[in-house]
């Protein structure tokens, strides 16, 4: 089956920085790629995903990447606040199965300083 | 809209009681999950729910008993559960089993005693 690793699995910066975070995956028939942004006490939250036909979307401050060849992707957010501080998960799936199973990464603790 | 619902919040119990977890959606969405979360860890597939029919168990024990009364509910029916089973557990939803993006709720805080 499909196994995902994601890196780091803490990460600290200060406000105003980059940060990144990576996944690689097992599969090469996975082809839809999602990040989940989870606060304390919530629900996992979609915020951008990619399917294998695109190598990179934007959205505002969050970007995602994704090289196939190397079955990696990754999530890069801009500018960080605060408020980004939470925990990062990333997950790989195959579009055309009958229910659309992830696979999530161990996830990322983002900590962002004021 | 994205939201799904779950109800209770957090819910205590004991070993011998049976209780239901709740979940709604009014996306019009005809795949439905359920998963469980430990902390620090990612969410667990428990169940997948295809037009109100059951696609998925994922080997879960049938102390866990999911329920689709209609496209826009789903329960989860817990009797006889064990301390290890207390959990984070989360209900998704998802516009059609074909398509991925799957919208979570905020969860139901479990702790049995």
């Known amino acids: 089956g499909e196994n995902v690793e994601q890196h780091p699995s803490t990460l600290s910066v200060q406000e105003g920085d980059s940060a990144v975070i990576k996944c690689t995956y097992s599969?090469?028939?996975?082809?839809?790629f999602p990040w989940y942004k989870q606060e304390l006490g919530k629900g996992p939250q979609l915020i951008i995903d990619?399917?294998?036909?695109?190598g990179e979307k934007k959205d505002q401050r969050i970007a995602v990447t994704l090289n196939k060849t190397a079955k990696h992707f990754s999530l890069h957010i801009t500018e960080t606040q605060p408020e980004d501080s939470a925990v990062y998960f990333c997950a790989a799936s195959m579009v055309g199965t009958s229910y659309g199973k992830l696979t999530f990464g161990q996830g990322t603790i983002l900590t962002v300083h004021p | 809209d994205t939201e799904v619902t779950q109800t209770p919040k957090h819910l205590v119990m004991g070993m011998t009681n049976k209780k239901s977890l709740k979940c709604e959606q009014h996306m019009g969405h005809r795949a439905m999950y359920w998963y469980k979360q430990k902390a620090k860890k990612p969410p667990e597939l428990m169940f997948v729910?295809?037009?109100?029919?059951?696609?998925i168990n994922e080997s879960v024990p049938s102390r866990f008993s999911p329920e689709c009364p209609n496209s826009s509910l789903l329960n989860l029916h817990l009797h006889a559960l064990q301390p290890e089973d207390s959990a984070l557990y989360l209900c998704a939803s998802s516009p059609s089993p074909g398509k991925h993006e799957q919208y979570f709720g905020p969860g139901t805080r479990l702790t049995v005693t």
């Open positions: 599969d090469s028939a996975s082809n839809y």
């Open positions: 729910y295809s037009y109100e029919k059951l696609s």
């Open positions: 990619i399917r294998s036909n695109v």
